[in-house]
């Protein structure tokens, strides 16, 4: 089983979450949303542990920290826009998230296949 396996299939749920919560079906998930969110959800744990010790020399490790940051700022966006109550920016938001989210999963998966 891939080392990464539970803490990607966390990852996505909680992404599926977020989506879900602006569409007002379910609360946000806790780690979303803060200023330093990507440094406490169990995703940004692992790429500032162990995925930074068994990945960091990759030179795809720094994009992958980079799109994951990304993501954090486009939840952060698109929460805004729902405060705001403008419901179709925050979905396009959470459509941006959705797309840069298929896009790291892809490289995350890429990456730690790579392994010897």
Known sequence: ?????PIL???????QMFL???RHQN????HTLEADAED???LGRWLRGEG?????????????VTRHERIH??????????????DEAALYQGHLL???????????????????
Do not use: W, Y
């Open 27 to 30: 609360p946000f998930p806790a």
């Open 73 to 86: 700022q486009l939840a952060r966006e698109a929460k805004s826009f729902l405060d705001e109550e403008d």
């Open 52 to 64: 930074l010790f068994n990945f960091g020399q990759s030179p795809d490790f720094a994009g992958i």
């Open 40 to 42: 406490f959800c169990h």
């Open 20 to 22: 879900r919560a602006l």
């Open 98 to 116: 959705e797309l840069e989210n298929r896009l790291l999963v892809a490289e995350l998966l890429a990456m730690t296949r790579k392994l010897p």
């Open 1 to 5: 089983m891939d080392v990464l396996s």
């Open 9 to 15: 299939e966390g990852h996505i749920l909680r992404v």
